[in-house]
């Protein structure tokens, strides 16, 4: 062996000379480091075919577009303190396609990728595949590939589009306190054990309707927010950026219930609702989609519904005993105005319905008017709705808290 492991001055210029002049020197190596740290690597750098035999360090060096197209890591790769640089090509791309990484560890610390980043096809054969506290700048695609390693994202920023579309992750995956500012696109993407996601933060709602999870995924504690478009048909409603924001909040609801997680499967319910306001559903579902929302907050709310049935109890109450031509007498007893107000609101409750007709003959003179069983139809009608909405809210609530 002739090239000095430690010296990475010796190991670029034997490197600038080719995959086959690499992988000759290479083969007489069994243990080791190659030490890279420190290098300011040339413009488009290749590692195209490099055989790694043991352990490589690139820390602190930096990447002025780099390929490691089927390149073989045997052992670790580490990249602390990395920096792949923007490059002035908008279109480039680092590149990892079909790279094997076959046993050890492989680990991006503290690297900044300024460019797009593609893993296509690569092999992940290691025992663990570590990202932490890193940036993508541009799009990272670690896609139509089998991920063999456990595979972990801590505090990792993706500042553009993540796609993990086709891939294959057979064992641990972790994305804990990362940060998704554009789409994550998953695709056709299969994970054999549910990924974590705690304190992870998506800036649009995730798409997994051709996602396969093996095990429950839990996503208590991940951010998924609504993505409200600037556009406003009226004040109060909200309406979604996309039409497809529906779907996506149906397949979260599905994989919410499948986990036995009832708060947030009624609030990804909540928002495929909202989703489909002035896109799926025309004004008038759009409306009653509303007016759901404002009155029992999706079936999640107890005290709506229950200050709704006051408040008509109050209202109608005024309405019968005050307010009505064809009332007996001016100054009506309030009492009895209430108590068949009541009635009207509960008219299944054998004990009001004796109740109803006496307090009837004494506000009103009989024939009653039309206009008397006009208001105790809709005070009914309306008393029905909101208490089918409470006893929603108390039903769902107990879920919750089960």
Same mark, same amino acid.
């Given at each position: 062996m002739s090239v000095n492991l430690e010296d990475p001055d010796e190991l670029l210029a034997l490197a600038l000379r080719g995959h086959e002049d690499w992988n000759a020197e290479m083969a007489e190596i069994e243990f080791g480091e190659i030490d890279f740290s420190n290098i300011v690597f040339p413009a488009d750098m290749s590692f195209y075919k490099f055989e790694f035999p043991t352990r490589?360090?690139?820390?602190?060096?930096?990447?002025?577009?780099?390929?490691?197209?089927e390149a073989t890591f045997h052992r670790d790769a580490m990249f602390e303190d990395a920096t792949f640089a923007k490059v002035d090509d908008p279109e480039h791309m680092d590149s990892f396609s079909k790279t094997n990484f076959m046993d050890g560890s492989v680990e991006f610390k503290k690297t900044t990728f300024g460019n797009n980043v593609v893993f296509f096809n690569a092999t992940f054969a290691c025992i663990s595949l570590r990202f932490n506290d890193c940036v993508f700048k541009k799009s990272v695609y670690l896609a139509d590939s089998k991920v063999t390693a456990s595979i972990i994202f801590t505090d990792v920023t993706f500042r553009d589009d993540a796609h993990f579309s086709g891939t294959v992750?057979?064992?641990?995956?972790?994305?804990?306190?990362?940060?998704?500012?554009?789409a994550c696109v998953v695709v056709g993407t299969k994970f054999e054990q549910a990924p974590v996601l705690d304190d992870v933060t998506f800036s649009e709602v995730p798409d997994f309707q051709r996602t396969a999870f093996i095990g429950s995924l839990d996503l208590r504690n991940a951010k998924i927010?609504?993505?409200?478009?600037?556009?406003?048909?009226?004040?109060?409603?909200e309406i979604a950026v996309s039409p497809l924001q529906a779907g996506r909040y149906r397949r979260l609801k599905e994989l919410a219930v499948s986990a036995h997680d009832n708060a947030s499967a009624l609030n990804f319910f909540a928002n495929e609702l909202k989703s489909k306001i002035f896109h799926d559903a025309g004004f008038i579902e759009s409306s009653l989609? +509303? *007016?759901?929302? @404002? %009155? =029992?907050?999706?079936?999640?709310?107890? &005290?709506?519904?229950?200050?709704?049935?006051? +408040? *008509?109890?109050? @209202? %109608? =109450?005024?309405?019968?005993g005050k307010n &009505?031509?064809?009332?007996?007498?001016?100054?009506?007893?309030f009492s009895d105005s209430f108590i068949f107000s009541l009635g009207n609101l509960v008219p299944f409750l054998t004990s009001t319905t004796g109740a109803v007709k006496t307090m009837k003959g004494k506000l009103f003179i009989e024939p009653a008017d039309t206009w008397i069983y006009a208001l105790s139809s809709l005070e009914t009608g309306l008393g029905l709705v909101f208490l089918f909405l409470l006893g929603l809210g108390i039903r769902n609530n107990l879920r919750i808290s089960a």
């Amino acid at each position: 062996m002739s090239v000095n492991l430690e010296d990475p001055d010796e190991l670029l210029a034997l490197a600038l000379r080719g995959h086959e002049d690499w992988n000759a020197e290479m083969a007489e190596i069994e243990f080791g480091e190659i030490d890279f740290s420190n290098i300011v690597f040339p413009a488009d750098m290749s590692f195209y075919k490099f055989e790694f035999p043991t352990r490589v360090r690139f820390d602190q060096a930096t990447f002025n577009g780099v390929s490691f197209v089927e390149a073989t890591f045997h052992r670790d790769a580490m990249f602390e303190d990395a920096t792949f640089a923007k490059v002035d090509d908008p279109e480039h791309m680092d590149s990892f396609s079909k790279t094997n990484f076959m046993d050890g560890s492989v680990e991006f610390k503290k690297t900044t990728f300024g460019n797009n980043v593609v893993f296509f096809n690569a092999t992940f054969a290691c025992i663990s595949l570590r990202f932490n506290d890193c940036v993508f700048k541009k799009s990272v695609y670690l896609a139509d590939s089998k991920v063999t390693a456990s595979i972990i994202f801590t505090d990792v920023t993706f500042r553009d589009d993540a796609h993990f579309s086709g891939t294959v992750f057979t064992n641990f995956v972790s994305f804990i306190n990362s940060r998704f500012l554009e789409a994550c696109v998953v695709v056709g993407t299969k994970f054999e054990q549910a990924p974590v996601l705690d304190d992870v933060t998506f800036s649009e709602v995730p798409d997994f309707q051709r996602t396969a999870f093996i095990g429950s995924l839990d996503l208590r504690n991940a951010k998924i927010p609504f993505n409200k478009s600037d556009e406003r048909a009226w004040i109060f409603f909200e309406i979604a950026v996309s039409p497809l924001q529906a779907g996506r909040y149906r397949r979260l609801k599905e994989l919410a219930v499948s986990a036995h997680d009832n708060a947030s499967a009624l609030n990804f319910f909540a928002n495929e609702l909202k989703s489909k306001i002035f896109h799926d559903a025309g004004f008038i579902e759009s409306s009653l989609i +509303f *007016l759901y929302g @404002v %009155f =029992s907050d999706f079936g999640r709310s107890v &005290l709506r519904p229950f200050i709704s049935l006051v +408040f *008509l109890w109050f @209202v %109608f =109450s005024l309405i019968f005993g005050k307010n &009505l031509p064809c009332k007996r007498c001016y100054l009506a007893d309030f009492s009895d105005s209430f108590i068949f107000s009541l009635g009207n609101l509960v008219p299944f409750l054998t004990s009001t319905t004796g109740a109803v007709k006496t307090m009837k003959g004494k506000l009103f003179i009989e024939p009653a008017d039309t206009w008397i069983y006009a208001l105790s139809s809709l005070e009914t009608g309306l008393g029905l709705v909101f208490l089918f909405l409470l006893g929603l809210g108390i039903r769902n609530n107990l879920r919750i808290s089960a």
